[in-house]
């Protein structure tokens, strides 16, 4: 069987660096746009076998041919459009270049419009960017899957970044404040882990099961409460649930602040389902059963991700995770006893992956 090849762009970030990783390991060709070959996640990612780089920015005036040289001899692409620059254009101008060369299935990665559901609810505006390609990309016609991420399990972090921080308490446990009513259930993803070989399956199933369906890419339905009994779990530590206001302690983009404002007017008092009328986590599952739940998440990586960014909160010793918790079997699986202490062990090869692009001045979590 000949190798595939496939496109990716902003490929150092979660997404595509993650399926990157996987199409590697099963000996396709990756032709991967970075913005800069500079940084821990590009550094890696050029380690790899079967990775080339097409290095240039997306915003700039040599789009075209950036793009005309990503595209070129290539039938699948998975395409994760970001913030930087104008979001929109840069996604018609990829479905473009992919439906003049020829490209016979590409996954793009979208978001919902929650105004289009004529419920009163605004529209997020990182969000709907990617809806408006997504509907561009329906118009022309092009063998589309549109795969609807959710929350990342990576997203967190003690660091005071908003929306997601892990707030260390004085006796070593923590805190998770956010907007999201504390019996929604919210879609959760390990970004690093799953979407590489769910995206995988999905080019292996091909167009023709896949050609125009929305895919939700989550592996876990948990309320707030509940995320944070298995985060518990995991980390050994007491974690609780604040139903309360984003926390804005570091300058953000202007453009973030907006989106945080709306999402926690859309999502959190109004109340809107994250995904609506779509469904999870079956359908993640039925495409990729070897999930990371957010309690190995807390567990395995958690630490190790922290102690990468310069945090060494799991070298002391912090209270144990209380006996009774939050029943939040649903049905998924068992879960693992709690207070049991997470050795961190370090053998100086790991890379760090937690908020890669942290020093960039537009940086959010969840961004990419």
């Given amino acids: 069987m000949p190798t595939k090849t496939v496109a990716t762009i902003n490929s ?8 990157i990783r996987a199409a590697s390991a099963v000996g396709w060709h990756v032709k991967a746009q970075i913005r800069s070959n500079e940084g821990l996640v590009a550094e890696e990612l050029a380690d790899l076998p079967n990775v080339e780089f097409i290095e240039g920015d997306l915003t700039g005036p040599d789009k075209k041919r950036l793009l005309k040289e990503l595209f070129t001899n290539v039938k699948i692409a998975f395409i994760n459009t970001t913030h930087w620059g104008d979001e929109v254009a840069i996604g018609k101008a990829c479905a473009d270049a992919a439906k003049k060369a020829g490209v016979a299935h590409f996954i793009y990665s979208s978001m919902p419009d929650h105004s289009t559901f004529g419920r009163g609810w605004r529209a997020l505006p990182m969000w709907s960017a990617k809806f ?3 509907n561009y990309v329906r118009q022309l016609g092009i063998p589309a899957t549109f795969v609807y991420t959710g929350i990342y399990n ?3 972090s003690s660091l005071p970044y908003p929306l997601f921080q892990m707030e260390l308490q004085e ?6 404040q956010a907007p999201f009513h504390p019996d929604d259930p919210l879609p959760w993803l390990d970004a690093e882990h799953d979407v590489g070989p769910a995206l995988l399956q999905i080019f292996q199933m091909g167009p023709n099961h896949w050609k125009g369906q929305r895919v939700t890419l989550a592996f876990e339905k948990l309320t707030p409460i509940q995320c944070c009994a298995r985060f518990a779990r995991g980390v050994g530590r007491p974690v609780n649930y604040v139903h309360g206001p984003i926390k804005i302690q570091l300058p953000i983009p202007s453009g973030y602040q907006e989106q945080l404002d709306i999402l926690a007017e859309t999502l959190g008092a109004k109340r809107a389902p994250y995904f609506p009328e779509l469904e999870y986590p079956r359908e993640g599952r039925s495409i990729w059963e070897g999930y990371r739940g957010i309690e190995e998440y807390a567990r395995e990586v958690f630490p190790i991700e922290e102690a990468a960014n310069g945090l060494r ?15 939040d079997t649903n049905g998924s699986r068992p879960m693992t006893p709690s207070g049991i ?11 760090p992956r937690s908020h890669p692009e942290g020093l960039d001045r537009d940086f959010f979590v969840g961004s990419t």
């Fill in 171 to 176: 006796d070593g446990g923590f805190v998770w």
């Fill in 132 to 134: 408006a390609i997504e």
């Fill in 341 to 351: 202490p997470t050795p961190v062990r370090f053998s100086g090869a790991y890379t």
């Fill in 12 to 19: 150092t970030g979660r997404q595509a660096a993650s399926f």
């Fill in 154 to 156: 990576n997203n967190f």
């Fill in 313 to 327: 909160w799991m070298d002391e010793p912090g209270a144990s995770t209380p006996s009774e918790v939050v029943d």
